[in-house]
């Protein structure tokens, strides 16, 4: 099985807990912070809704990325996105 490289962003999907995710993940953190810098610059985000401590989540039928309110935010823990 290979992974799938999204069009405009240059990330890649793969299974989670399949051989080789982790290679993946990395790939893609490091896509993010050393040449795509900002979630604004990504052309197949949607930040229409964006709040604090929403993640980003693949909508197939958008074909963007799509702010999502995390389950374990309703027990507290948050996290921060810069636009």
């Known amino acids: 099985m290979g992974y799938t490289?999204?069009?405009n962003s240059g990330l890649r999907t793969w299974p989670y807990g399949e051989s080789?995710?982790?290679t993946?993940?990395?790939y893609n953190w490091d896509r993010?912070?050393?040449?795509?810098?900002?979630?604004a610059?990504?052309?197949d985000i949607d930040l229409?809704?964006?709040?604090?401590?929403d993640i980003f989540q693949w909508d197939a039928g958008a074909a963007k990325w799509v702010p999502k309110?995390?389950?374990?935010?309703?027990?507290?823990?948050?996290?921060?996105?810069?636009v």
């Open 24 to 26: 993946h993940f990395n």
């Open 69 to 82: 309110v995390p389950l374990w935010a309703a027990i507290g823990i948050t996290t921060t996105t810069t």
């Open 41 to 43: 610059g990504m052309l």
């Open 5 to 7: 490289t999204l069009p």
């Open 20 to 22: 080789g995710w982790l």
């Open 32 to 39: 993010l912070n050393y040449t795509l810098l900002r979630v």
């Open 48 to 53: 229409a809704g964006l709040a604090d401590g």
